[in-house]
């Protein structure tokens, strides 16, 4: 595929919250591959005329990992921070994920978007929506509450299209090419 810009998003929270669940989607099986404490996917999108590759990595979440992974933080334009609505411990860590993504990122206007997840869990809820909706206006995110990471990925994208560039990453018409696809 050609496209005209890469974006890098890393998907940070515990382990167990949903995370994997775009990271290993049907059909797609071929573009992932894990590296220790960490998968990854490629992903492929169009917006506003634009071809976007994404370059999408979980961070597992395992404190055991947390030490090597801490360099796929650097060069990321877009984070989503993942918890789960069924566990209330899951939530309670996201300001120690969101200090750990300000530590190690090196770009200094990254997105961020903070993302709810198992939300069709009804009774076993423990997690307000307007508790995940204070943190993330208070930290200057889009908050989502979905069942699927997809509407969340597609969102932080926009996100990141939409924010001004010092220089853009590809000129006027050029498009860039994939030779290991």
């Not at 810009?5 to 940070?12: P, R």
């Not at 929270?13 to 059909?27: F, M, Q, T």
């Not at 921070?81 to 750990?100: C, Q, R």
């Not at 979905?146 to 926009?158: D, G, Q, V, W």
């Amino acid at each position: 595929m050609n496209y005209h810009l890469l974006f890098k998003i890393l998907l940070a929270g515990d382990a167990e919250v949903g995370k994997s669940a775009p990271i290993h989607p049907a059909g797609e099986v071929s573009h992932c591959s894990s590296i220790i404490g960490v998968d990854f996917l490629k992903k492929k999108l169009e917006i506003d005329g634009k071809k976007i590759k994404l370059q999408i990595w979980n961070i597992t979440g395992q404190e055991s990992s947390q030490a090597l992974t801490a360099s796929y933080y650097h060069d990321t334009q877009g984070f989503i921070l993942v918890y789960d609505v069924t566990n209330e411990s899951s939530f309670k860590h996201i300001p120690d994920w969101l200090s750990i993504i300000e530590k190690y990122a090196s770009e200094k206007d990254f997105q961020k978007l903070l993302f709810a997840d198992k939300c069709d869990c009804g009774e076993t809820r423990r997690v307000p929506k307007e508790k995940g909706q204070a943190f993330a206006h208070k930290h200057g995110m889009r908050y989502v509450e979905s069942t699927s990471l997809e509407e969340a990925i597609k969102l932080l994208t926009e996100d990141i299209l939409n924010k001004d560039f010092e220089e853009p990453i590809v000129e006027g018409s050029e498009l860039l090419s994939d030779f290991d696809e």
